[in-house]
């Protein structure tokens, strides 16, 4: 079956997420002689962020930061971090169920005063 432009019809469709996540939508059309479905899934990325953390502790007593992770995902995440600089360690991954919040743990323990 070959279509030209000259059948084509265009379908707007808007779309406005609130949050990060996997969307899956299906669009029923029917006409008098024919039915279809369409499924549609839309992936949505926040934009790249930066935060910046400021650690004060005396040299070889470590802290920790609580990092919160929000899930507002339709979909369960196993995140893998990569800690980068002397000093930090954190679990290499984190698992975050949809609909929570969950605390990454930050640790800077420094071997010096820096």
Not at 30 to 42: F, G, M
Not at 50 to 69: G, K, N, R, S
Not at 102 to 109: D, I, S
Request: glycine share 6%; hydrophobic share 40%; with cysteine.
């Amino acid at each position: 079956l070959f279509l030209d432009r000259s059948d084509a019809v265009e379908l707007p469709i808007k779309f406005m997420p609130q949050y990060a996540g996997c969307y899956h939508c299906q669009i029923l059309l029917k006409s008098s002689c024919d039915v279809r479905v369409y499924e549609i899934e839309c992936v949505v990325n926040t934009d790249h962020a930066e935060a910046e953390l400021e650690f004060l502790t005396p040299a070889y007593q470590a802290v920790i930061q609580d990092i919160p992770i929000s899930n507002m995902s339709s979909q369960n995440w196993q995140l893998e971090a990569i800690l980068e600089g002397q000093g930090f360690y954190g679990p290499r991954v984190i698992n975050v169920g949809l609909g929570e919040t969950a605390l990454y743990p930050l640790m800077f323990k420094p071997i010096a005063e820096c």
